[in-house]
């Protein structure tokens, strides 16, 4: 990407100065570049090659407490001065809100940028991809009892994010990623199953090999064939590690402080009160080096820092930003997340449930029977009520065991009993921005035949 973080904010500067003597009274602006590069991959053949690249600039303005949001990707003069100009009459037109407005000055990010090394210096090239996405199919059709492939694909990518405000503030930082898929089918007619797997990271050097990631996808399509039908009953579940982090977003969508200060949370009566078993944590570290979800500042400039959500089972904060922190009588706690097209809102970095004692091995032993759950289908979670329904597959736990592949079963239950019920595995890997080691809950209704 050409486009440098020095001219990135010159320009957002640019914009900002020109919307105040327009008769903006505040203002910020945020510039976003991303370029990426894919190849797709299928039964030992190129499929497709593609390349895309864009900068995107948003401004937000306030005439007295009425905001306005535009954005736009011409940033040439004549367009910006148009933007600037459309921004200011839309927010004379629009009606006050009282908790909208840029981040109190005294809580903006001062001093140096940390190194967080979000960005490689080496971009890899087509070529290099098409090895990438070729290696790991020819690995995972290479696994007995694959018969076709849906295909590989090798990625990478770079962004620029710089932001300024009205008030002060200016930063901006560039990031990378790189990643490979394979996604294959296992079985005959009648009798078909798929899986896949993948990696992506902020490194090339970081990158599991491809013939691993292949043969994984492989391997789990293969062990699902021979899926059986069983009864409903209320059983144990176990969650996959690949799976368990979306229980922990599950908590993260709960405590976002838009749903709170709308009073449409069922943990909203939850803060300082026991939500999860003692001695669980969750903590959050958006300053992880090359994390997946790290940022050195936050969508309306304010710092991000290592923050506990859960300490020893209870829940210790809400994800505020400015308007959020004010509609609550609050702070914000530095989660706001924006893009070009609108304002900030709350959102969290890396986040991770800790480890616990028991190996998976052993969860598994101490179930008489069970399920242990690969793959979950819908979206059927009521963030008002917390009720949980999810379409699942996985394997039938009997007598200490994995046996059968199960599925077409659906399972039930309501977040907040989950959570209370909810037991840690000691095999916690960092692989994506929300990360849980395998969890198991000691009862749940499951819907089967």
């Known amino acids: 990407m050409s486009f440098t973080e020095t001219e990135a904010l010159e320009r957002l500067d640019h914009v900002i100065t020109a919307a105040l003597k327009a008769g903006a009274d505040a203002a910020d602006a945020v510039i976003v570049g991303e370029s990426s590069l894919s190849v797709s991959w299928r039964l030992g053949a190129l499929e497709d090659i593609g390349r895309s690249e864009s900068i995107d600039l948003g401004l937000r303005v306030f005439v007295g407490q009425s905001p306005a949001n535009v954005s736009s990707s011409d940033l040439s003069p004549k367009a910006l001065v148009a933007l600037v100009e ?41 070529e290099q991809l098409k090895a990438l996405a070729a290696e790991a199919e020819d690995a995972a059709r290479a696994v007995p009892g694959v018969t076709n492939s849906e295909g590989a694909g090798a990625g990478a990518g770079g962004a ?21 898929s394979a996604s294959v089918v296992a079985g005959g007619e009648g009798a078909m199953e798929r899986d896949y797997a993948y990696h992506s990271v902020r490194h090339m050097a970081d990158l599991e090999p491809s013939a691993k ?88 400039g304010l710092p991000t820092q290592n923050r506990t959500l859960v300490e020893d089972g209870r829940l210790t904060t809400w994800l505020l930003d400015s308007s959020s922190a004010r509609q609550l009588g609050l702070v914000s706690t530095g989660h706001a997340s924006r893009g070009v097209g609108g304002p900030p809102s709350p959102s969290a970095s890396n986040v991770h449930l800790a480890a616990g004692r028991q190996s998976p091995a052993e969860m598994i032993k101490s179930i008489k029977r069970g399920i242990y759950v690969t793959e979950l289908i819908g979206s059927g979670v009521n963030g008002v009520t917390g009720d949980y329904s999810r379409g699942a597959a996985g394997f039938l736990i009997e007598n200490g065991e994995l046996t059968h592949a199960v599925s077409e079963i659906t399972i039930a239950g309501n977040l907040i009993d989950m959570f209370a019920r909810l037991v840690p595995a000691n095999d916690l890997e960092f692989r994506f921005g929300v990360n849980a080691p395998t969890l198991m809950i000691d009862a749940m209704a499951i819907a089967g035949a």
């Not at 006050?96 to 190194?115: E, N």
């Not at 699902?224 to 176990?238: D, E, Q, Y």
């Not at 300053?287 to 500042?297: E, M």
């Open 86 to 126: 459309r921004a200011v009459a839309m927010a004379r037109l629009a009606p006050p809100d009282v908790y909208a407005g840029l981040a109190d000055p005294a809580l903006l990010m001062q001093g140096a940028q940390p190194d967080l090394e979000l960005a490689d210096n080496t971009e890899p090239s087509p």
């Open 160 to 180: 620029m994010v710089g932001l300024a405000t009205s008030t002060g503030f200016r930063g901006a930082y560039r990031s990378t990623s790189v990643s490979v």
């Open 213 to 300: 990631i292949g043969k994984e996808a492989g391997e789990r399509a293969v062990k699902r064939l021979g899926a059986i039908k069983i009864s409903s009953a209320t059983l144990p579940v176990i969650f996959e590690p690949r799976l368990s982090g979306g229980i922990v977003g599950h908590l993260l969508g709960a405590i976002n402080g838009s749903g709170i200060a709308r009073k449409s949370s069922f943990l909203q009566d939850y803060m300082g009160k026991q939500v999860f078993a003692p001695g669980i944590q969750i903590l959050e570290e958006p300053h992880r080096l090359r994390g997946q979800r790290s940022r050195i500042f936050d969508g309306e």
